[in-house]
């Protein structure tokens, strides 16, 4: 794909951010001009960390790059996208079992909006069995989960775990 000036949307609720997602992060980077990592914040899941501190554990995870901007919006991920007039949506695809989800996804949100297009990236194998749901389920069960998130992940895990010891 030529680089002209594209400009893509990473959308997810990154509840944590995990390595499969920065190697997403990474491939969708040399593809577009310039990529913002949005964090959903009506995300109906489980939420282990607040809206402010996934973007800013985003932000320390990644190295400097001015390409590479990170937001969070609330409501449609389709209206995010036209307010913002970015029509090109990254999904990273894990497995096979991934894609029906995605599919779906893909063909509401250009229901939503008909400008968008989804494009699916496939992580690296070596992550293909990291999700942040078995991270937060780990982490609450006392396993270790340092192999599969950025250090800034760990900081702040270890972070509200001492603060519930102190409690
Ligand atoms: O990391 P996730 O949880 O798989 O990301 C899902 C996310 C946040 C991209 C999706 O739930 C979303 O876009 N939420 C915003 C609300 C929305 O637009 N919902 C309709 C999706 S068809």
Do not use: W
Not at 5 to 32: C, E, Q
Not at 125 to 145: C, R, W
Not at 155 to 160: D, H, T
């Amino acid at each position: 794909m030529a680089k002209d000036n594209k400009i893509a949307i990473y959308p997810g609720s990154f509840d944590p951010l995990t390595n499969g997602h920065i190697d997403i992060i990474k491939r969708a980077s040399m593809l577009f001009d310039k990529l913002i990592i949005a964090v959903a914040s009506n995300s109906t899941k489980n939420s282990l960390f607040t809206i402010d501190n996934r973007v800013q554990i985003i932000n320390e995870s990644l190295s400097d790059n001015d390409s590479i901007r990170v937001d969070s919006f609330e409501g449609l991920l389709s209206d995010y996208a036209r307010k913002n007039n970015i029509f090109t949506i990254i999904r990273g695809l894990r497995t096979l079992s991934d894609f029906e989800y995605e599919f779906q996804m893909a063909i509401m949100n250009r229901s939503l909006n008909s400008s968008i297009e989804t494009i699916f990236l496939m992580t690296d194998e070596k992550y293909s069995h990291i999700s942040s749901s078995f991270i937060k389920e780990i982490y609450k069960l006392n396993g270790d989960v340092s192999r599969f998130v950025p250090s800034p992940v760990i900081y702040q895990l270890n972070k509200i775990k001492n603060e519930k010891n102190n409690k």
